[in-house]
């Protein structure tokens, strides 16, 4: 039974005219909905944006689904004590560096994390000069030099990011020390002839702790050996012992101070071997209290804060706190926008609030993702009012006939379910969307959907109605059949087998439908069998294509996926280890091999699958000719991703 609130406090302010709505139903225990008569439905996207349709429908802000999107969750994220954590485990509670300031006239601030949430939503991947590579729903926003930039944003006011745009911020952040044999033999020679030198600190603290540890690896004579040729990872540790010897921090600065001018001179080297500026300062004065004794030497890095973060990350140097308060926030060449891709793919994605609304990924200055963020502007918060307040349009299809009738609408094609779901569990409720169906039939007007569920399938009807007028773009995304495999990996989806049946029920009807095979596991889901089975089960189902996507780490949970594989698949990780060491790709031999095995598969089971350029067309903005009585045009193909993990 629905049971009615009144329009009174807490109503957002934003919206002053809305119903709100509670259900009894369990389904939608513990939401809101805002009935809300808006003023407009169809939205351009901007001609920077990178995503291939210009016209999208959203009759839904929020989502039912409960699932939101911001960035990788292996994003490392500065904290502000200048450290870094991956996105997926910063929690509420937390210190990271935020920025203050107007535009691009900002500083860095230490910031609480107020709300982190995760989700799975369509990724794309913006890489930069230097290297850097961000993964992140189309909607997440980065500072610029032209202001904040959605990487791909569905609404027309919003401003899109482009290649050519320089970031704020450092840049990447470097890969910290692994405690390797020769990190573990840098670490303690550095701490144990820095000690000797005189100037060492007590035998105590986190350095010398450590050095216990090592010492049960490394002999003492291993220890106090220079090396001939010393590795990288040597002069890791070096530093990191060095500065627990005789080393502080002065302001950003790195400090190092010692009487052994050889030792020094190591300290010179390893920095300057790791790409950090070794100044030394004028010749310091004679010891106040050792009247003609040498004062130490001083050996110290740039002082600013890319040389600061890059020490500290680099050597994994211990105590080692941040004092970047007020720093200003800058940019340069390096940070410009090299390319920005649309992965298309589905992944686990992670987003946090912060007391200054942003914080800083991976060396840039980042903000909340876009959809959330248009809860802020209706006096909701973006974290779980997003899951839990739901506005919904309830005028949608008046709006969608009177605009499609409007002389200045050029028939260009719609895509739908590209910001929130359109068949989120809410349109159970609300049926919005046999009206605008209904309004883009009467007027045959080229559309799309994506959507992660079935309830699409309620309005098949409807949707063959269209086609008999339009073009209409329809995908489904379907990685394995393994039910086990999927209730344990996918656990928030419909099961491959009702996905395959909406497959089959769309081509049953006349659509041509696409399924993207992914992911492929690796050890789960990659076998001969378990692949053959898929792809039958496909076809069987009807598909006109099948395209194969391995497992790719780095722009999805790798935390999340490794967690799962420890509970789930333990005496998998040392093959895991092995495909992808420190990497986020399975080797390119690897996946040519899964798409060989794919291709052979479809061709058994009479499935072409389309090269990559074909799998990605879009749809044509211009419907063709009537069909003639009795036929069906051909639907376009959808090249959207679906759901993966």
């Known amino acids: ?214 010492l049960d690896d490394v002999s003492l004579t291993e220890a106090l050996r220079w090396p001939e040729l010393p590795t990288g990872d040597w002069f890791r540790g070096f530093l990191a012992g060095a500065f627990g010897a005789v080393g502080h921090a002065d302001r950003l600065a790195v400090v190092f101070e010692s009487g052994d001018a050889a030792y020094l001179r190591r300290v010179a080297e390893a920095l300057t071997h790791l790409g950090l500026v070794a100044r030394s300062p004028v010749r310091p004065r004679a010891f106040a209290g050792n009247r003609g004794a040498p004062a130490p030497g001083r050996v ?18 211990s105590p080692l706190p941040l004092d970047a308060s007020g720093v200003g926030v800058r940019t340069e060449r390096r940070l410009a926008v090299a390319d920005i891709e649309d992965l298309g793919l589905t992944l686990p994605l992670f987003d946090i609030s912060t007391g200054t609304g942003d914080f800083i990924a991976d060396g840039v200055v980042s903000h909340n993702c876009f ?51 359109v068949y989120q569990r809410a349109e159970g409720r609300y049926r919005l969307m046999p009206e605008i169906l209904a309004a883009l039939r009467d007027h045959a007007n080229p559309f799309s959907i994506l959507t992660k569920g079935t309830l699409i399938l309620r309005d098949l009807e409807l949707l063959e109605q269209a086609a008999r007028v339009t073009r209409v773009g329809l995908s489904v995304s379907v990685g394995f059949v393994d039910e086990t495999v999927w209730r344990s990996a996918e656990p928030g989806t419909p099961s491959p087998h009702r996905r395959l049946e909406v497959v089959r029920r769309l081509t049953d009807a006349g659509f041509r439908v696409g399924v993207l095979m992914a992911p492929i596991l690796p050890g789960l889901t990659d076998t001969d069998e378990s692949i053959d089975a898929t792809v039958a089960a496909i076809a069987r189902a009807g598909a006109t294509s099948v395209t194969p996507l391995a497992l790719h780490l780095r722009p999805g949970a790798r935390e999340w996926y490794a967690a799962w594989l420890a509970r789930s698949h333990p005496e998998l990780r040392p093959r895991y280890r092995e495909l992808f060491g420190n990497g986020s790709y399975l080797p390119r031999a690897y996946q040519d091999e899964i798409a060989a095995r794919v291709r052979m598969a479809a061709r058994r089971h009479g499935l072409h699958r389309p090269e990559p350029a074909e799998a990605r067309r879009v749809t044509d903005p211009k419907p063709g000719p009537a069909p003639a009585r009795g036929r069906r045009p051909r639907p376009v193909e959808s090249s959207d991703q679906l759901t993966l993990l």
């Open 1 to 214: 039974m629905d049971r009615a609130a009144p329009a009174a406090p807490p109503l957002p302010l934003a919206l002053p005219g809305a119903t709100v709505r509670t259900f009894d139903t369990p389904g939608f225990a513990g939401m809101t909905f805002y009935e809300v008569r808006a003023k407009s439905l169809i939205n351009r996207v901007p001609g920077g944006s990178r995503v291939p349709f210009e016209w999208t429908v959203n009759p839904y802000r929020g989502c039912s689904h409960a699932c939101t999107y911001c960035l990788a969750g292996d994003t490392p994220i500065l904290l502000a004590d200048g450290s870094t954590r991956p996105l997926a485990q910063i929690r509420p509670g937390d210190a990271v560096m935020g920025t203050m300031g107007a535009g691009p006239h900002r500083r860095y601030v230490p910031t609480t994390v107020l709300d982190h949430w995760a989700t799975s939503k369509p990724a794309f991947r913006v890489t930069l000069t230097d290297g850097t590579r961000l993964v992140s729903s189309g909607d997440h926003r980065f500072l610029t030099d032209r202001g904040w930039r959605h990487v791909s944003p569905t609404e027309p006011h919003q401003p899109a990011l482009a290649v050519g745009d320089l970031m704020f911020g450092v840049g990447r952040f470097a890969e910290p020390p692994k405690e390797s044999p020769d990190y573990q033999a840098g670490f303690l020679c550095g701490l144990l002839r820095g000690d000797a030198s005189g100037a060492g600190a007590a035998h105590e603290g986190d350095a010398w702790i450590r050095a216990d540890g090592y």
């Open 300 to 317: 110290e890095t740039e002082r600013h804060l890319e040389a600061a973060l890059r020490f500290r990350h680099l050597t994994g140097a």
């Open 371 to 421: 959809a959330r963020n248009t809860h802020t502007y209706l006096d909701m918060d973006s974290g779980a009012d997003f899951d839990s307040r739901i506005v919904v349009k309830v005028n949608a299809g008046e709006l969608i006939r009177r605009e499609l009738a409007a002389p200045r609408w050029s028939g260009a094609a719609i895509a739908m379910g590209t910001n929130v779901d």
